[in-house]
């Protein structure tokens, strides 16, 4: 019970510090805002199958890029999400045109 109770407190303290960094860090205030207005839209792609990449970084995109471009290739069918960590990946990457849906 110990070790549950301070992964919880932990994720508690890390919201609390992260909320105290977006008076200080406009990246920390625009992680914040991305957080707090994000709701997948209703992906409308029942007949096609889905491939959700989740990038914590532009750097991690960049090595998922040519599967993601493999997979369209390949696939006609293919619903491909796109989610970034990084306000900085997604604000260079929300325009991806190889991605259905980039979040």
């Keep these: 019970m110990l070790i549950p109770g301070l992964y919880n407190l932990g994720i508690r303290l890390y919201g609390w510090g992260i909320k105290l ?3 200080f860090s406009p990246k920390a205030k625009r ?6 207005a994000q709701v997948l839209p209703k992906a409308e792609a029942s007949d096609r199958i889905r491939w959700w990449f989740h990038c914590a970084s532009l750097g991690e ?3 998922a890029r040519p599967l993601i471009e493999a997979l369209k290739a390949r696939e006609e069918k293919t619903y491909i999400i796109l989610s970034f960590l990084s306000p900085s990946g997604y604000e260079i990457r929300k325009n991806y045109k190889g991605a259905d849906l980039v979040c």
Aim: avoid cysteine.
């Design 61 to 63: 995109f960049e090595q």
């Design 31 to 36: 992680w914040l805002q991305g957080r707090q």
């Design 21 to 23: 960094a977006a008076f």
